[in-house]
């Protein structure tokens, strides 16, 4: 077998060593329910509201602005479908809403179906550098808009989108209106990297995810700024603060407790892994007909997407990965469809060249000695692809 060579932290992150040790008295010994007057939930419950406290830091919020959920695509739902459905109890007349075109499909698709359900929907294009500019933003503000939501960074193409500058133009507005505007930023691919200060960037929700930080699975938080309406969606014996009903994944939140606790002590990894990106980028636009996708300056230190014509995406990612190096298409949530990337095709692409693009993102543990080996590889896979492509 090749060496066996991950380059799709973007789908995903192994968990670090650090954050399974701190889960594990969780999954064994400390087994309490939270919600239990007695010794072993109240063991359990001092866990969690650690873990809220350590949210609440890094995030500069209160720890009563902290849900946690089942995932991020829980909490966007919970952000979008709570926000909208509280809003309709108070609003008696239709309102709208904005979102942009190269969302991922977790603010998406719960846009396109309120939209079906009569609400309106305005879907902001980016430029053709995947960046959604916030004067396409104040263009698209109505006088009964009520809700933004505007992803951090883009999972696919890793543009970072101007959430601060969005955040002081939502703000300015709402001090001529008698209804606020409510903004939601989905930063679940952004945590590692940027700053995530819910007080510099405006915002009054924000979504992050525990195993895009390398923590487990099935664990996400919300952030949601004091005095602003929401309903749950999930009902039952109201936990967490009545937004977010089920007995808590304990083991999961102190994992995203200690996880978030790692992403400030490996900052400093930051330029090294932003140096393996240019790298690439440079010796992959060597190969002829290859193109980078996004912004080259004003995109996440980790991704690099491209398109390669003359080759399809998925044979490419498989004839990869049999050489030991696992990288993707697009979004890991939506790759098992031969659809064309709604992002790619958002920043102007054929259809044909999306089914050419490749993702491949970075993380804490990728070695140049990884990297030099992944470019020495693809040129010679994408030549062999080019031979039998029907393109």
């Known amino acids: 077998m090749p060496k066996q060579i991950y380059l799709d932290y973007a789908a995903t992150t192994p968990i670090d060593e650090e954050v399974l040790e701190a889960m594990m008295p969780y999954l064994k010994k400390d087994f309490g329910n939270p919600s239990s007057l007695h010794h072993f939930g109240q063991i359990t419950r001092v866990a969690i509201d650690q873990t809220r406290k350590k949210a609440a830091r890094f995030l500069n919020c209160s720890e009563s602005e902290i849900v946690f959920c089942g995932s991020a695509t829980e909490a966007n739902s919970l952000a979008i479908f709570g926000v909208v459905k509280a809003l309709q109890k108070k609003i008696k007349k239709p309102f709208h809403i904005i979102t942009t075109k190269i969302e991922h499909h977790a603010v998406l698709h719960p846009f396109e179906e309120l939209e079906k359900q009569g609400v309106e929907v305005s879907f902001v294009a980016p430029n053709k550098i995947g960046i959604v500019e916030t004067k396409e933003i104040k263009k698209a503000i109505k006088d009964n808009t009520v809700f933004i939501s505007v992803m951090y960074a883009n999972n696919e193409i890793g543009t970072v989108q101007p959430i601060e500058e969005i955040g002081k133009l939502i703000s300015q507005i709402n001090k001529n209106r008698k209804q606020k505007i409510y903004f939601h930023t989905d930063a679940v691919q952004a ?22 930080i390398y923590g487990p699975k099935g664990v996400g938080a919300l952030f949601i700024k004091k005095g602003t ?12 603060f009545g937004l977010r009903s089920g007995t808590e994944n304990v083991a999961g939140i102190v994992g995203l407790g200690k996880a978030i606790e790692l992403v400030e002590k490996h900052k400093g990894d930051t330029e090294r892994i932003k140096n393996l990106r240019d790298k690439i980028i440079e010796e992959v636009l060597k190969i002829p007909n290859a193109k980078l996708n996004g912004s080259r300056e004003n995109r996440l230190p980790n991704n690099v997407n491209v398109s390669i014509s003359g080759v399809e995406g998925e044979s490419l990612v498989i004839a990869l990965d049999q050489e030991g190096i696992a990288v993707s298409t697009g979004s890991a949530c939506s790759s098992h469809e031969l659809k064309p990337s709604h992002v790619l095709l958002a920043i ?41 492509s029907p393109f």
């Open 348 to 388: 102007g692409l054929s259809p044909k060249s999306t089914h050419g693009s490749l993702r491949i993102t970075l993380g804490r543990f990728t070695t140049e000695d990884e990297i030099d080996y992944f470019l020495k590889v693809l040129p010679k896979v994408v030549k062999r692809l080019r031979e039998i």
């Open 191 to 212: 945590v590692n990297y940027l700053d995530c200060d819910v007080q510099k960037l405006k915002v009054d929700l924000l979504t992050l995810s525990a195993h895009k």
């Open 229 to 240: 309406p929401i309903e749950p969606i999930i009902y039952g014996g109201g936990h967490e």
